[in-house]
């Protein structure tokens, strides 16, 4: 059951982060190649993206503490992931409907706060495994974003090059909108995750859990 859970978990960021490459990877040539931006304006793009998404981890962290809100908390982790997906999907859909420079701005400072997305996802696996295996689980976090890494710069690079030519026949934002495609998959896993708590119990309440009990006791 846990190895499944995991392989959703994985699903979901992997299909996240290879849409967050449509962002992160070609809106700032999509600015320069399609709305004529010099350089260092298209960088201010990447620059608002940071700025927001070290605000939103800061309003994490502090709800987190004072009202026990943030994804550390048990019970709050697809909350909080879906508030991430959720984002990257209002995100993607400006970006698609980008018809004017002034969009991209709003738009990459909502897909910021997908982010919130790895957070709650790394909590929920974290949480699932005995700590013995921590270490474990966060490679495999990190492999699966080294994944998108290699999937998504090329694929939406290549998009977004065939979207600007002529020939093409597709409007111009078309790799926004075919990552937003990813985004709604992510989702659509999202749906299939158990709440933490009903795993957790389930675990605890399972034969081999006991009998590892009566063990301890014994010994």
């Not at 996240?16 to 201010?44: C, D, I, N």
């Not at 309003?59 to 908390?73: E, S």
């Not at 998504?152 to 075919?178: E, N």
């Not at 990552?179 to 749906?191: D, E, K, N, T």
């Amino acid at each position: 059951e846990k190895a499944r859970i995991l392989r959703l978990l994985c699903g979901v960021l992997f299909l996240l982060y290879v849409a967050k490459w449509s962002m992160f990877g070609t809106v700032p040539l999509y600015s320069q190649l399609h709305f004529r931006w010099p350089p260092e304006k298209a960088a201010q793009l990447i620059s608002v993206w940071g700025v927001v998404q070290f605000g939103t981890m800061g309003t994490l962290a502090i709800a987190g503490k004072r009202w026990g809100l943030g994804a550390g908390q048990v019970g709050n982790e697809r909350l909080i992931s879906w508030i991430g997906l959720s984002a990257g999907l209002l995100s993607m859909l400006m970006l698609t409907g980008s018809v004017v420079d002034w969009m991209l701005f709003p738009a990459m400072m909502v897909g910021a706060v997908s982010m919130l997305t790895y957070t709650a996802i790394t909590s929920y696996a974290g949480r699932l495994v005995d700590p013995s295996m921590s270490g474990e689980v966060q490679g495999l976090m990190g492999t699966t974003l080294d994944l998108t890494e290699v999937v998504g710069p090329p694929m939406f690079g290549a998009l977004m090059r065939w979207s600007l030519s002529p020939a093409s026949g597709l409007f111009a934002s078309a790799p926004f909108a075919f990552g937003s495609i990813f985004v709604l998959m992510a989702m659509a896993i999202q749906l299939r995750l158990p709440t933490l708590e009903s795993v957790l119990s389930h675990t605890a309440g399972t034969p081999s859990s006991a009998a590892g009990d009566n063990k301890d006791r014994a010994t």
